[in-house]
């Protein structure tokens, strides 16, 4: 792979082209009439809460020896990825979240975030790490108790039990609780058999299970009695010394994938697999010798999410990985396209450099601004998971409303990824699609993410439920007079909203064009009220609609929900989306300095009109914005990305990356070096005299 030189600091020899129909914007902040960004407190804006611990950890990957190689096969990638499993040990780079008596730091939020940055490294290393240590390790940590600490926990943090996380199955991904397979008690000989009864119930996907693992959590219907109490976590041993499988122990390896092939993916089965009852990961439900079930939650389902929800930090650290990918993806695509330059006016004319041309701006400008958002939206994501793990806002509310988070932001984000990482592969041309300049690996490896811990649209409609049990509960207690004054309010309120933004408009049009009215009349607090109206009714609509279900037969609510699941699952999607906004909104509130506070505010604002465009014909159709209004939307936005244009590098560089980091040829500066050269071939030849004359002649 081509390591990349430092980039330059200067722009291209011919920074204008005045004719042929580029603009005549400036290239950089430096040549803009407002001032620039102050990079460094920018960076530090978007490192967050644990801005030190991000450093520690891009000081740590710029070791050539962590990052992807490209040259090798899959068998030779997983082995080089279990070899960067134990330079992270060395580094004592995964042991953040564990106990302090164990040698961890019992620091929830630094682990997730110096997880999130080994994405720049290799993705296959930092999910391989994220199942070693993540899932497999804090399955124990967090499932277990002090006996189960003790005993495993060393070993799993040292790597001297490389482990697999099984609970997903062939036949049952993101519902957990329908999961087959079976742990069955044994009072006798006080062991549960753990079986797997028919194919769907082979737990698949497992990193570390085709070659590497040497134990497992194994989820199962625990079974005593004759009384199934759900789905709880077993350690089970799978292989000996010399990496066979044990008795009753069997496998195949999934082989090679879209992506992430540095992980051993593999699927799992068990033949009366018996395993000591202590093996039980008992802290949310415990069987006696006897065969007594036990548990401090009496109720199943809530004994069930309990268990599921101490995992939450897959969730968690997807997105802010996710949105760091995309940060990657642009600052390739935004660097070559401030230097490559396509086609001139056919006037003599310098060609024009990519960046200049609106449709390239429109390209990465407004995912640039969404990923601000999100990494704005994950740090207050992180500070919550933070307090909920470490103890300081553990109530069963806190818990609820990090599950949503997770819900929300976690599909907003991957899915974000993929199309940013596709649109700047396509926006970087031919270039983009060689694997040293990592975009095409990129996608292919971080396309499973929205996957990875529960199918996104999944994940969304448990949002949906959540915006529908809170809308629910404005209703309780009112008796019938009350109800009959809330449903008038709605329609009223419908109602004002969209004469109310007509009327608004009609007030600042006297501003001039029509564009620079809707500048003035969609600023913050316009922004919210459009982004927030749209959650709000689009949840109050699917709430009418499915009033009648408590009226119904199971079978025909069933049937009108999934009529309106499409809809929910968009309400849901529009919720994350208004969290998003809120939290770049909460962070240029921290920003004291003014060029800052300007170019980012007009980056919120390209974020929130985007956004505002994208769903433009619900906002007609709702009367919440008049056809004029809507019509000038995009007009705007197209403003925002000219005045944001020579901000672009200055953006992208305050991810705060290195060379080591980036790692792609067409961002290293050696597209500005062939520019110039180029430059200079054609300048010499005019000085000289031994330019050939076109055919055809410029025009005049």
């Not at 042929?20 to 290239?27: M, W």
């Not at 080994?118 to 277990?144: N, R, T």
């Amino acid at each position: 792979m081509t390591d990349a030189a430092v980039r330059p600091t200067t722009p291209a020899t011919s920074t204008r082209t005045p004719v042929g129909g580029a603009p005549t914007a400036p290239h950089t902040a430096a040549e803009a009439a407002e001032g620039r960004i102050d990079t460094e407190r920018v960076t530090d804006l978007l490192l967050g809460t644990w801005g030190d611990t991000r450093r520690q950890a891009r000081e740590m990957i710029k070791d050539p020896a962590l990052w992807r190689d490209d040259s090798l096969g899959m068998d030779a990638h997983r082995e080089r990825t279990l070899s960067q499993l134990h330079l992270l040990v060395q580094n004592k780079a995964v042991h953040r979240a564990f106990p302090k008596r164990l040698g961890g730091e019992e620091n929830n939020g630094a682990n997730i975030a110096g997880f999130e940055e080994l994405v720049a490294a290799d993705p296959s290393l930092q999910i391989k790490s994220g199942v070693q240590w993540g899932l497999f390790g804090s399955a124990v940590l967090q499932l277990g108790t002090r006996e189960h600490h003790d005993k495993w926990l060393p070993g799993i943090m040292s790597l001297e039990i490389p482990g697999a996380f099984a609970m997903t199955e062939t036949g049952h991904g993101s519902d957990v609780s329908a999961i087959g397979t079976t742990a069955t008690y044994d009072p006798e000989t006080e062991e549960f058999v753990i079986h797997t009864p028919f194919r769907g119930a082979w737990k698949d996907y497992l990193g570390n299970a085709a070659v590497h693992g040497k134990a497992a959590t194994v989820f199962a219907q625990l079974i005593t009695k004759g009384v199934n109490h759900g789905v709880h976590c077993f350690y089970v041993p799978l292989r000996d010394d010399e990496g066979n499988f044990l008795p009753g122990i069997g496998g195949e390896d999934d082989g090679l994938k879209g992506g992430l092939n540095g992980i051993d993916n593999g699927r799992l089965h068990f033949d009366q697999v018996r395993v000591p009852r202590t093996n039980l990961l008992n802290r949310y439900g415990d069987v006696a010798a006897d065969g007594t079930y036990s548990s401090d939650i009496a109720s199943p389902g809530r004994r069930f999410f309990t268990m599921l929800g101490t995992l939450v930090q897959g969730r968690v650290s997807l997105d802010g990985a996710a949105a760091w990918a995309s940060a990657i993806g642009l600052i390739i695509a935004v660097t070559y396209g401030n230097q490559r330059r396509q086609f001139d006016s056919g006037n003599g004319t310098p060609e024009v450099t990519l960046l200049d041309y609106g449709k390239h701006q429109r390209r990465l400008l407004p995912r640039l601004a969404t990923t601000y958002a999100e990494i704005f939206a994950h740090d207050e994501f992180l500070q919550k998971f933070d307090g909920v793990f470490s103890g300081r806002l553990d109530t069963d509310a806190d818990r609820e409303d990090l599950e949503t988070l997770a819900a929300a932001l976690k599909p907003l984000s991957t899915w974000h990824a993929l199309d940013t990482l596709q649109e700047s592969r396509e926006a970087c041309g031919g270039q983009g699609f060689l694997f040293e300049n990592r975009l095409v690996g990129l996608r292919a490896d971080l396309d499973i993410y929205v996957t990875f811990e529960g199918d996104n649209n999944i994940l969304l409609q448990l949002v949906g439920k959540r915006l529908l049990a809170d809308y629910a509960k404005q209703f309780k207690g009112k008796d019938a007079k009350q109800l009959a004054a809330f449903a008038v309010g709605q329609t009223a309120g419908k109602l004002f909203h969209g004469a109310g933004m007509r009327q608004l408009g009609q007030a600042v049009s006297d501003f001039g064009s029509t564009a620079r009215s809707v500048e003035k009349g969609l600023r913050a607090e316009q922004q919210h009220e459009l982004l927030a109206g749209r959650v709000q009714q689009m949840i109050a609509d699917i709430a009418g609609r499915l009033r009648p279900a408590s009226k119904l037969s199971r079978e025909d609510a069933a049937a009108l929900f999934n009529e309106n699941q499409a809809q929910l699952i968009e309400a849901a999607r529009a919720h994350g989306e208004l969290l998003q906004w809120e939290a770049f909104t909460d962070a240029i509130n921290r920003i004291d300095d003014r060029d800052t506070l300007t170019v980012l505010t007009w980056l919120r604002d390209l974020f929130g009109l985007q956004l505002i465009e994208k769903h433009l014909a619900w906002y007609l159709i709702n009367g919440r914005l008049s056809t004029q209004r809507g019509a000038a939307v995009s007009s705007y936005i197209d403003r925002l990305c000219a005045r944001l244009r020579p901000h672009a590098q200055d953006l992208v560089d305050a991810f705060g990356y290195g060379p080591e980091h980036i790692r792609a040829s067409i961002a290293s500066g050696v597209e500005d070096d062939r520019q110039n050269e180029a430059a200079a071939y054609y300048a010499a030849q005019k000085a000289a005299g031994t330019a050939p004359t076109p055919e055809k002649k410029p025009a005049r």
